[in-house]
């Protein structure tokens, strides 16, 4: 079946530095969607991308698609301390109503 | 507020006692899911719904129930609980099931089963 796989799946930073999540599916998608779980939180949605080899940016943080759209990533510029939490990628392939949540990948981010 | 909420918020529980966790969404929403997250696993599906009296199952459907009788509400029901049931679960809700809508969160509703 359709799987999505994160990594790393922690990461600790200085505060200041960059991060960056990958998130890969082992089949093609027809979108990928983003969530950010703060700690004791709920996962609350960032962004959708949809097209191949798609770049949004919100602030200090950069989605990319993959052009074959079966990956996609998520990088911070200077973190901050508020950007601590679990980043998920969330996937659904072509003519399917599921959507596949990958494993999630923890920031710690030290002042 | 547009909101999803669970209850309850925590439980503990003894095996084979038949618990229900509710779920009610305001927002006239039609897609409704459960998911367990645990650690190193991430949020997988239990089960969804696409409208009222249509249910499906996701990919870790085995000791779990729901229904969906009324558009805003989806109860996740543990008939005989289990210590592998041991979780974190939100429910959340989309307008749809289309491709382009994006999940609202329930706050989560911690179980220990003993």
């Known amino acids: 079946g359709q799987q999505v796989m994160q990594i790393p799946q922690y990461q600790h930073v200085q505060e200041g530095e960059d991060f960056t999540t990958y998130c890969n599916s082992s089949?093609?998608?027809?979108?990928i969607q983003w969530y950010k779980q703060r700690p004791g939180g709920h996962p609350v949605f960032l962004i959708q991308?949809?097209?191949?080899?798609e770049v949004k940016k919100q602030k200090r943080l950069t989605f990319q698609f993959g052009e074959a759209k079966k990956n996609s990533s998520l990088h911070i510029t200077a973190t901050q301390t508020t950007d601590v939490g679990t980043y998920f990628c969330?996937?659904?392939?072509?003519?399917?109503?599921?959507?596949?949540f990958g494993t999630g990948t923890r920031l710690q981010v030290f002042p | 507020e547009a909101q999803v909420t669970q209850n309850p918020r925590y439980l503990i529980t003894v095996t084979g006692k038949k618990l229900t966790v509710t779920c009610s969404q305001n927002?006239?929403?039609?897609?409704m899911s459960w998911y367990r997250q645990d650690p190193g696993l991430g949020l997988r599906q239990i089960y969804y719904?696409?409208?009222?009296?249509?249910?499906d199952k996701g990919d870790v459907p085995e000791g779990y129930k729901v229904s969906r009788k009324e558009k805003r509400n989806f109860p996740l029901i543990l008939e005989s609980p289990s210590p592998n049931q041991t979780s974190l679960y939100f429910c959340?809700?989309?307008?749809?099931?289309?491709?382009?809508?994006?999940?609202?969160f329930g706050p989560g509703t911690r179980l220990t089963v003993l």
């Open positions: 959340a809700s989309s307008l749809d099931s289309f491709s382009y809508n994006e999940q609202f």
């Open positions: 089949t093609t998608l027809s979108n």
């Open positions: 991308l949809v097209k191949s080899g």
């Open positions: 969330a996937g659904r392939a072509y003519n399917t109503d599921k959507l596949i």
């Open positions: 927002m006239n929403h039609e897609y």
């Open positions: 719904s696409m409208n009222v009296e249509v249910t």
